[in-house]
């Protein structure tokens, strides 16, 4: 049974960034041990690395995936002028690869398209959270692909970036999994 979105809903992600849509694939996203469940908070200095990302494609499909991360509340959630920040781009992510169900996980390990157990290619280089000012929600959207090879062109621009625009024009259609995650700016240590 797919997830529900009312947390999605709850925490304005539907609305701000998606529309309403009906989950279809399982995602699960790790920074390190932490998994990261919809309105959880995390510490930037965790999320400095890029997370794991494992998908349950139960459809028995070969299908191939995108994922987009973005912050909807640059570069404050009172004024987020520069909505959506795009975080990260990752396409032709294979959810099944023959059986009928494959849990697909992957670590990135650079800024290249690089991972452990399964390809992927890193479409705009992961930059981790880092909000200047309030309490930013960083949202994990994935799409499935039309096809196989998926060819796009990465943004020229990390600001003002819409998912919902980035999903209309390469035909992508409304997500089949999302979750996010809330952070905030850490305090400074004092030197004493």
């Given at each position: 049974m797919p997830r529900s979105i009312d947390p999605l809903i709850v925490g304005k992600v539907i609305g701000d960034v998606i529309d309403t849509f009906v989950p279809r694939v399982d995602m699960a996203i790790h920074y390190s041990t932490r998994q990261v469940t919809n309105g959880c908070q995390l510490k930037p200095s965790a999320t400095a690395q890029a997370p794991e990302i494992q998908l349950s494609d139960k459809s028995g499909d070969n299908n191939y995936y995108t994922l987009v991360m973005t912050d909807p509340d640059a570069p404050s959630p009172s004024e987020p002028s520069l909505r959506e920040w795009l975080h990260w781009i990752v396409t032709d992510i294979p959810g099944n690869s023959g059986g009928s169900e494959t849990n697909t996980g992957f670590s990135w390990l650079s800024e290249q398209a690089t991972s452990t157990s399964s390809s992927g290619r890193e479409l705009v280089p992961y930059i981790g959270p880092r909000p200047p000012i309030g309490i930013h929600r960083y949202i994990f959207v994935l799409f499935k692909q039309p096809s196989q090879s998926f060819l796009i062109s990465p943004p020229a621009a990390r600001n003002n970036f819409?998912?919902?625009?980035?999903?209309?024009?390469?035909?992508?259609?409304?997500?089949?999994?999302?979750?996010?995650?809330?952070?905030?700016?850490?305090?400074?240590?004092?030197?004493?």
């Open positions: 819409s998912t919902r625009n980035f999903a209309a024009y390469y035909g992508l259609g409304l997500p089949v999994a999302a979750t996010y995650c809330n952070s905030q700016k850490e305090p400074a240590s004092r030197s004493r």
